[in-house]
Structure formats: structure tokens, C-alpha cells
């Protein structure tokens, strides 16, 4: 059974920092493309970032290039999201997701909130 | 970016009925339309890639048409357990952009 289970949510103050992790079972995790997708609570679906099979190609979207940093661990079947400097509109519930092209398995997300 | 415009933004319909809702992309984006189910409090899940291909799993009472930049989702049969929020996704061009989704409840 295919499964990806997203951690290290949390409340952080802006400007500070969260390093998301996933980690995907029941499929060969360093074969297929990954994403990020957020979504502010009682909002639409953001897709936020993804990465090739080998993690050297990096697509973000405008609104946090040189913030978050997607990255992956294929020898742990993890994924990763480091977010820097953190803004209130960051605040969202952070999915994971296989990607092909269509993104097909989801975890069930971790809340990021961003509030002093 | 491709702007993604569903409509209508809810809609509210009998079990038995047939809907459609429908996705708009400001370009082009050839057969790469997605569509999505969200229940509250849930992960979405994929319903239908490539404007018409049905994911696993998925009863067949949902169906997907279109091409070029019109798309549709169609429920032949309203089920309860079909109210949910629905949203398209473009994956054409990176980044890969959502409708604003469309509620739909049942009467």
C-alpha cells in the first residue's frame, strides 16, 4: 500500500524556521518526482515545490523562492521541506505528494502555523 | 503562470442528479487536467488524470472531457458521500496551478 506521512509541523514566530520531513512507503520512492502542496486552512491548494527521482532538479513556486528548500533522502525514502524565514501567510497545513504530473498519493499533511 | 477559473464556486444538488463542473485554463495545457476530491478535515484524493483516465479505486459514476483549455467533471449520479469540495490542477507548465475549487453540497 502506497503511504507518505508528513511530520515536524508546528507553531513558529515569524522569521524563524521548520524543517518538514516525509517519508513514503510502498513504492520505489527514488523513481518517481515528489511535491509540496499547502493549504491555508478554509482555502484553496497551492502547489509549492517539487524535485526530480535524484533530487538535482528543484521547481518552486515565485512566492517562497529563497525561502523553503525542497530536498530528499532517496536511502531513507524521505523528503524534505526547509522553511526560513517564515511570514503569517506561510500558516497552511503542508501536504506531500507523489507526483506524476498528476499528483496521485497524498499524506495527510502537517500544520505549519506562523504567529508571534 | 496558467490561471486555472473554476465554476461554479458551489453548487447544491439531489442524490440522483447528474453535475458538471467546469475548469478553464487561461492557455493551452493539452491533456494535462487533473481533478480532485476534498472532504473537510481530509488529504485530496485523485479522481481523474489526464483530463479522462479514472484513478483506481474510483467509482465510475465521475468522468472527466475537454482539451485545449476547456475541461469538465461530470457526476452522472449524486451519491451523499459525493459532498465534498472539488479542485482542478493543471500539470503542464510548472507551476503547476489548482482552481479555486467548487463546494458541493447535497440538498
Known amino acids: 500500500e502506497v503511504q507518505v506521512v508528513e511530520s515536524g509541523g508546528g507553531l513558529v514566530q515569524p522569521g524563524g524556521s521548520l524543517r518538514l520531513s516525509c517519508v513514503a512507503s510502498g513504492f520505489s520512492f527514488s523513481n518517481y518526482w515528489m511535491s509540496w502542496v499547502r493549504q491555508v486552512p478554509g482555502k484553496g491548494l497551492e502547489w509549492v515545490a517539487n524535485?526530480?527521482?535524484?533530487?538535482?532538479?528543484?521547481y518552486y513556486v515565485d512566492s517562497i523562492k529563497g525561502r523553503f528548500t525542497i530536498s530528499r533522502d532517496n536511502a531513507k525514502n524521505s523528503l524534505y521541506l526547509q522553511l526560513n524565514s517564515l511570514r503569517a501567510e506561510d500558516t497552511a497545513m503542508y501536504y506531500c505528494?507523489?507526483?506524476?504530473?498528476?499528483?496521485?498519493?497524498w499524506g495527510q499533511g502537517t500544520l505549519v502555523t506562523v504567529s508571534s | 503562470d496558467i490561471q486555472m477559473t473554476q465554476s461554479p464556486s458551489s453548487l447544491s444538488a439531489s442524490v440522483g442528479d447528474r453535475i458538471t463542473i467546469t475548469c478553464r485554463a487561461s492557455?493551452?495545457?493539452?491533456?494535462?487536467l487533473n481533478w480532485y476530491q476534498q472532504k473537510p478535515g481530509k488529504a485530496p484524493k485523485l479522481l481523474i488524470y489526464?483530463?479522462?483516465s479514472l484513478q483506481s479505486g474510483v467509482p465510475s459514476r465521475f468522468s472527466g472531457s475537454g482539451s485545449g483549455t476547456g475541461f469538465t467533471l461530470t457526476i452522472s449520479s449524486l451519491q451523499p458521500e459525493d459532498s465534498a469540495t472539488y479542485y482542478c490542477l493543471q500539470s503542464y507548465i510548472t507551476p503547476k496551478t489548482f482552481g479555486q475549487g467548487t463546494k458541493v453540497e447535497i440538498k
Open positions: 492557455q493551452s495545457i493539452n491533456n494535462f
Open positions: 505528494a507523489r507526483d506524476r504530473s498528476a499528483l496521485d498519493y
Open positions: 489526464s483530463v479522462s
Open positions: 524535485t526530480n527521482q535524484d533530487g538535482n532538479e528543484k
